[in-house]
């Protein structure tokens, strides 16, 4: 067992004992194989999800943002312990008629301070792990030891993301990179991330770590972020069955030939919800320049080669 699956483990007893979770779902590019180097930032992702029960939640969808929600208590009762702590009081227009919604920052605050919990009561992650606040998310580095005056050398990071799951949705507390959030802390987005995760088989993995590497090395390719060339690929997933390692050279152009096309009409679909256009965002004069630049690269295959070997 890992020291990461050991941690976990002990995570996971504790927050399901104090009702903050039912399990952790682990996910990120190390555990999903898809880190380049040591230097790859995003390296574990855990989903602490609560499962909510539509009698008692209900989303409402944000029609002027697709994929995102918020999640209304029903009742006007008295909500359980387990909720009362994440609740927002929110009024119609200032009167004394409203609703309570799940709050992004108070089930942030309530996370974060039973994992400090957790580990500060843990012989074996006392002095190894350091929580910190990261927007909707917390970042959790972990450590061979702690010295008297220093951390030392950090492992590796571990971003734990609340998560709510209602009947076969589930709702994350990151909206995705580039999104404008209304300053409400009450809107939380639907992940596909682990469903995404299932669909990824070795081939079409070891495509997107090799644009991966070009987003990292290529200048060009930094207008693109790492969401939009995994929805790329999930597409041409989706379009070609055979990523068998004879075909990945082919897969690849394939790719770039689907970003070529997307990038002249300006509209990358959201693999799961294709009211979102992942290049809604995208300055006009870059995608004509990106869509060219697709175009000479699958025409030049040792210009590509060239960027690869670096």
Same mark, same amino acid.
């Given at each position: 067992?890992?020291? #990461?699956?050991?941690?976990? *483990? ?16 682990? +996910?990120?590019? +190390?555990?999903?194989?898809? #880190?380049? $180097? ?17 009698? $008692?939640?209900? *989303?409402?969808? =944000?029609?002027?943002?697709?994929? %995102? *929600?918020?999640?209304?208590? =029903? ?13 927002? %009081?929110? !009024?119609?227009?200032?009167? /004394?008629?409203?609703?309570?919604? /799940? @709050? ?15 580990? !500060? #009561? ?33 492992? %590796? ?8 799951? /209602? ?11 580039? $999104? ?9 987005? =639907?992940?596909?991330?682990? &469903?995404? =995760? ?29 969401? &939009?060339?995994? +929805? ?7 379009? #070609?069955? @055979?990523?068998?390692?004879?075909? /990945?050279?082919?897969?690849?152009? @394939? ?8 990038? *002249? ?20 004069? +870059?995608?004509? %320049? ?11 295959e040792s210009e590509l080669r060239e960027l690869l070997q670096r």
């Amino acid at each position: 067992m890992s020291i #990461n699956t050991k941690f976990m *483990a002990e995570i996971e007893q504790y927050l399901k004992h104090r009702g903050i979770c039912d399990h952790i779902e682990t +996910t990120g590019s +190390t555990y999903d194989g898809l #880190n380049i $180097d040591e230097d790859d930032n995003i390296q574990l992702e855990v989903y602490v999800i609560q499962t909510v029960s539509g009698s $008692d939640i209900v *989303a409402e969808k =944000r029609t002027e943002m697709p994929g %995102y *929600a918020w999640l209304r208590f =029903r009742h006007r009762r008295e909500s359980s312990p387990i909720f009362d702590r994440a609740l927002k %009081y929110r !009024s119609i227009l200032g009167t /004394l008629f409203g609703s309570k919604y /799940l @709050d992004v920052t108070k089930t942030v605050d309530v996370l974060y301070e039973e994992l400090q919990k957790c580990i !500060s #009561n843990s012989k074996q992650m006392s002095r190894k792990v350091k929580l910190n606040r990261n927007g909707p998310v917390i970042q959790m580095d972990v450590y061979p030891d702690s010295w008297l005056l220093s951390w030392g050398f950090r492992l %590796y990071t571990v971003n734990v993301v609340p998560a709510y799951r /209602l009947s076969e949705e589930l709702y994350e507390s990151r909206p995705i990179k580039g $999104d404008e959030m209304p300053d409400d802390s009450m809107t939380w987005r =639907r992940s596909f991330a682990l &469903q995404e =995760r299932e669909m990824l088989c070795e081939g079409s993995k070891m495509v997107i770590r090799v644009l991966k590497v070009l987003n990292k090395r290529e200048p060009d390719f930094n207008n693109f972020t790492s969401y &939009q060339l995994k +929805t790329a690929v999930l597409h041409e997933n989706e379009a #070609n069955k @055979d990523w068998s390692e004879f075909v /990945l050279g082919r897969r690849l152009v @394939d790719v770039l030939a689907r970003l070529e096309k997307c990038l *002249a009409v300006r509209y990358l679909h959201h693999f799961f919800t294709p009211d979102i256009n992942l290049l809604s965002k995208m300055p006009s004069q +870059t995608t004509d %320049y990106l869509r060219d630049r697709m175009q000479r690269l699958q025409a030049n295959e040792s210009e590509l080669r060239e960027l690869l070997q670096r």
